[in-house]
T-cell receptor
Framework: EDQVTQSPEALRLQEGESSSLNCSYT??????LFWYRQDPGKGPEFLFT???AGEEKEKERLKATLTKKESFLHITAPKPEDSATYLC???????????FGPGTRLSVLP | EPEVTQTPSHQVTQMGQEVILRCVPI?????FYWYRQILGQKVEFLVS????????KSEIFDDQFSVERPDGSNFTLKIRSTKLEDSAMYFC????????????FGPGTRLLVL
């Protein structure tokens, strides 16, 4: 069974304090790994897609990396507006659906 | 700007009633998906819809649920005889031009079953 876990469950950072979020996955064949941001009561907002080990994507203060077993979302010098839940999802090579992890709830304090 | 819009944003219903949730894509796409998120839990896949047919569904998507595209534009999720445990956020997503790749989510419909 495909599984996605994320750690930590919650993370509190001071503004400017860089850190990383982890997404570990078990899937028979990975078609893609996806990072989303979700604000309370809103739909997931797309951040990155990664397709193969070694791939990296960057956007502003965020950088996503992928290995064969996990992905990291690195946040450099975060700001309070980066506070949200960050979701990781995988798509297996045999299907269309996304399997989501439970998310990491990030709070960035001013 | 959302890739899809969803109506209503909130729905309150009595247990046993039927509800219809609607998704309207911003532009023409072939792949659509429904997911749900029970409060405090993971986002869970319900069903995928391609070219006006169900292409994949989860164990959650039983006979209580149905999807259709009645007018070639709106994409609906019908939940018959709602139960308390159906209370959740329901998200519609549209896919890329192929089965592979990013799914873009709508703002969701919050369903509360009393």
């Amino acid at each position: 069974e495909d599984q996605v876990t994320q750690s930590p469950e919650a993370l509190r950072l001071q503004e400017g304090e860089s850190s990383s979020l982890n997404c570990s996955y078990t899937v028979s064949g990975l078609r893609g790994l996806f990072w989303y941001r979700q604000d309370p009561g809103k739909g997931p907002e797309f951040l990155f897609t990664l397709y193969s080990a070694g791939e990296e994507k960057e956007k502003e203060r965020l950088k996503a990396t992928l290995t064969k077993k996990e992905s990291f979302l690195h946040i450099t010098a975060p700001k309070p507006e980066d506070s949200a839940t960050y979701l990781c999802a995988v798509q297996a090579d045999y299907g269309q659906n996304f399997v989501f992890g439970p998310g990491t709830r990030l709070s960035v304090l001013p | 700007e959302p890739e899809v819009t969803q109506t209503p944003s909130h729905q309150v219903t009595q247990m046993g009633q039927e509800v219809i949730l609607r998704c309207v894509p911003i532009s023409n796409h072939l792949y659509f998906y429904w997911y749900r998120q029970i409060l405090g839990q993971k986002v869970e896949f319900l069903v995928s819809f391609y070219n006006n047919e169900i292409s994949e569904k989860s164990e959650i998507f039983d006979d209580q649920f149905s999807v259709e595209r009645p007018d070639g534009s709106n994409f609906t999720l019908k939940i018959r005889s709602t139960k308390l445990e159906d209370s959740a956020m329901y998200f519609c997503a549209r896919g890329p031009g192929t089965v592979v790749g990013t799914q873009y989510f709508g703002p969701g419909t919050r369903l509360l079953v009393l």
